[in-house]
């Protein structure tokens, strides 16, 4: 006699087991399409690194991030690279146009100072040699009369002192002397140290501390790689002009004691700086628009493709100026 007897509980067992199995089998499914998804979101997203570095250094005028950026896994992020790169090239473009005003600016302010020292060299220089010669005759007409002799030496000699101002003035209006047309002109580095150490000189000489005037320190320091090469008249002509500029600030207006002119010219570049221990900048960027010369630095900086740096901290008190200028346009960095 065979008794068939059911078991509710074993069912249950049973059923239960058959529902954990498939919950487990569930979750693996679940856990195995997170980490898919995941992976193809990582992928997906991994190029807004690029795209986030290309927007930071089209902000702080580095387009080389946008032009490195390649093409993109998705439609949507493909078309915002595709934007910037559009940016970028547009920035380029507006870059090159604004270097090329500014150069064409710089031109014309040197165009205008060789016609100032060519009319003073032929309209003053005739006139004073003029008077020199007549204020010797003179002389010689009156030495019997030595009152009137000592007014006339005195006249020959007051030219002599505007003949040789307007002389120290055309040098500072023609440093490098008249342009050789249709001749790229080219400067020995040992001919820029020499007007440097001029300039330097006649600083110290205006300041030296006589008639009850605190001295001042003025000092160039210039390094000359043996593979510098003769620089480019233009660069030559910045360099002095923005020593210039610089000098005149600190002796004029920084109230300095001390005041450093250091460049250093290789193969690659000419590093220029200038650092005094006057009063500084309260607001460099409120400076940079006022008439003391540091935005035209500035400008004349950017406009040969080089670098730009001002600092003013307060500590130690002063102000420092740095620039660097590429010899060859194929080292032009953005400008910082």
């Known amino acids: 006699m065979l008794t068939l007897q059911a078991s509710p509980e074993g069912e249950r067992r049973e059923a239960l087991a058959d529902i954990g199995g498939v919950f487990l089998v569930l979750l693996g499914c679940i856990a195995g399409l997170l980490l898919v998804m995941r992976r193809n979101v990582r992928r997906s997203l991994a190029p807004l690194d690029d795209l986030l570095a290309a927007i930071d250094g089209i902000e702080h ?12 896994p998705t439609r949507e992020l493909d078309q915002i690279a595709a934007a ?13 146009r604004r ?5 064409k600016m710089q031109t014309l302010q040197e165009d205008e100072r060789a ?8 309209e003053f220089g005739q006139h004073l040699t003029a008077l020199r ?8 007409q009156l030495a019997d009369q030595p009152r009137l002799l000592e007014v006339v030496q005195g006249i020959s000699r007051h030219c002599g002192e505007v003949q ?8 500072q209006l023609r440093p490098l002397g008249p342009v050789m047309d249709g001749h790229e002109e080219r400067v020995a580095p040992q001919r820029l140290q020499e007007l440097l150490e001029a300039l330097v000189r006649g600083w110290q000489v205006l300041h030296d501390g006589r008639e009850g005037r605190p001295a001042r320190d003025f000092r160039l320091a210039l390094h000359i790689d043996a593979s510098a090469p003769a620089l480019p008249r233009e660069l030559a002509l910045a360099v002095y002009r923005l020593s210039q500029e610089a000098l005149t600030n600190a002796a004029r207006h920084a109230q300095a004691t001390r005041v450093a002119l250091t460049v250093d010219i290789d193969a690659q570049a000419v590093c220029w700086s200038v650092e005094d221990d006057g009063v500084g900048l309260g607001d460099p960027a409120a400076a940079m628009q006022r008439g003391n010369g540091l935005g035209g630095m500035q400008e004349r900086v950017w406009a040969l493709g080089g670098q ?17 200028l590429p010899l060859s346009r194929a080292d032009v960095d953005p400008p910082s």
């Open 99 to 103: 270097r090329l005003l500014s150069q």
């Open 164 to 171: 040789r101002d307007i002389r120290d003035l055309l040098v």
């Open 115 to 122: 016609r100032l020292a060519r009319e003073l060299h032929d």
């Open 133 to 140: 010669f007549d204020a010797a005759w003179l002389a010689r």
């Open 84 to 96: 910037l790169r559009q940016l970028a090239g547009a920035l380029d473009e507006a870059e090159s």
């Open 61 to 72: 005028g580095r387009l080389a991030p946008v032009r490195a950026l390649t093409a993109m």
């Open 308 to 324: 730009w740096r001002l600092a003013s901290d307060g500590s130690p008190p002063g102000l420092r100026l740095q620039a660097r």
